[in-house]
C-alpha cells in the first residue's frame, strides 16, 4: 500500500516522533519497505538513525525544508509507506506536508494541557487548501492503560466529533531504553507488549486505509 503518512501535533513531548519511527519499523519488518522523512529540525528520527541498530534498516531521509511533501511524493510511487515527521510548531512545511498526505496522525498525550494544542493542530488541517484529501485519527500516548484521565480524555475528543483510533501508544519503559540503541520496541521485543501496541495501530491505520482506498 502506497501511501504519504503525516504524524503532527503542535504540543512537543506527544511522542510524535516515536510514533513515526515505530511505524515505520513495523512495517519494515513486515518487509512493506517503509521510507521515513525527518522534517523535523530537532532530528529526532534522524539521531536515532544514526545509532547501533539505525532503526532495523529503515531509510531516513532529512528534509526540514519545505520541499519535504514533494520528496515524499516522489519516494512513495516506488511503492512502501512513507512516513513523514514533522515539526512540532506551526510552519510552511508542516501545511504542506499535510497537503501531500493520504492519512494523518495527531498524537495526543493524555493530558488535558495537551489536548488544546491537538485542537491547534486540527485548525491547521482544516485550512490546509481546498484540495486536500487526507483523513486523519487522533492517538492517545504515554496512557496509563484504563487510568481515569486516559478515559475521560477519550471521552472528551469522542464526545467533541473527534476521530481516534482505539488503540493507544501505553507509557512503557522499553521506548527509551530502545531508543538508546536506535530501535524500537518491535527490534528490541517483538511479542512484547508494546510491540502489540504498536502493530493495534499500525493495524488499525492500515484497515481505515482499505477501505477508503476501496471506496
Request: proline letters at 5%.
Amino acid at each position: 500500500m502506497s501511501t504519504i503518512i503525516t504524524v503532527a501535533t503542535m504540543k512537543g513531548g506527544s511522542g510524535k516522533s516515536t510514533l513515526a519511527s515505530c511505524l515505520a519499523v513495523h512495517w519494515q519488518l513486515g518487509g512493506r519497505r517503509p521510507t521515513l522523512i525527518d522534517a523535523d529540525p530537532q532530528r529526532s528520527v534522524a539521531r536515532l538513525a544514526a545509532r547501533e541498530r539505525a532503526l532495523g534498516g529503515v531509510p531516513v531521509i532529512e528534509d526540514a525544508t519545505e520541499t519535504a511533501s514533494e520528496v515524499a511524493r516522489r519516494i512513495v510511487v516506488g511503492g512502501g509507506p512513507v512516513i513523514i515527521d514533522t515539526p512540532g510548531f506551526r510552519s510552511e512545511t508542516t501545511t504542506k506536508c499535510l497537503a501531500a498526505s493520504d492519512f494523518v496522525l495527531v498524537p495526543v498525550k493524555a493530558s488535558p494541557f495537551d489536548v488544546d494544542r491537538m485542537l491547534d493542530t486540527l485548525s491547521m488541517l482544516v485550512n490546509t487548501g481546498n484540495d486536500w484529501h487526507a483523513i486523519y485519527r487522533c492517538v492517545l500516548t504515554q496512557t496509563t492503560r484504563d487510568s481515569v484521565v486516559a478515559k475521560h480524555i477519550r471521552s472528551e475528543l469522542a464526545a467533541a466529533g473527534f476521530r481516534l483510533l482505539e488503540s493507544e501508544m501505553t507509557n512503557r519503559v522499553i521506548y527509551p531504553e530502545a531508543a538508546l540503541w536506535g530501535a524500537t520496541p518491535s527490534l528490541i521485543e517483538s511479542t512484547g507488549p508494546a510491540a502489540r501496541d504498536i502493530a493495534a495501530i499500525a493495524a488499525e491505520v492500515d484497515n481505515i486505509l482499505a477501505i477508503k482506498q476501496a471506496a
